[in-house]
Nanobody, 123 residues
Framework: QVQLVESGGGLVQAGGSLTLSCAASGRTFSRYIMGWFRQSPGKEREFVAALTWISSGMYYADSVKGRFTISRDYEKNTLSLQMSGLKPEDTAVYYC????????????????WGQGTQVTVSS
């Protein structure tokens, strides 16, 4: 019902910036929270940031607060994640997700996921 496609991943040096995008289709998103999660080898998928599509309430993991900014574009049905001050520990596959949930940081609460985009931060 919802299709999510991430883009914008790549290789960046520590301290650098990168912006990820998630193109969404299939829903109006009026009832959805949309978020970004990431997963590194050997680790569980973890919450990065999320927003409520309509009200634009925003949530951030402590590890990225002040460095990452989540935003939305109604015209393009796009979710973005602006990342700055990147650290090697930010290296992961980043996933866009959507769900009709009020628990934005909980992986299991999301119903739809993109395929992921790789972000690699070199030291």
């Amino acid at each position: 019902q919802v299709q999510l496609v991430e883009s914008g991943g790549g290789l960046v040096q520590a301290g650098g910036s990168l912006t990820l995008s998630c193109a969404a289709s299939g829903r109006t998103f009026s009832r959805y929270i949309m978020g970004w999660f990431r997963q590194s080898p050997g680790k569980e998928r973890e919450f990065v940031a999320a927003l409520t599509w309509i009200s634009s309430g925003m949530y951030y993991a402590d590890s990225v607060k002040g460095r990452f900014t989540i935003s939305r574009d109604y015209e393009k049905n796009t979710l973005s994640l602006q990342m700055s001050g990147l650290k090697p520990e930010d290296t992961a596959v980043y996933y866009c997700a959507a769900g009709a949930t009020t628990l934005p940081s909980v992986v299991s609460e999301y119903n739809y996921w993109g395929q992921g985009t790789q972000v690699t931060v070199s030291s």
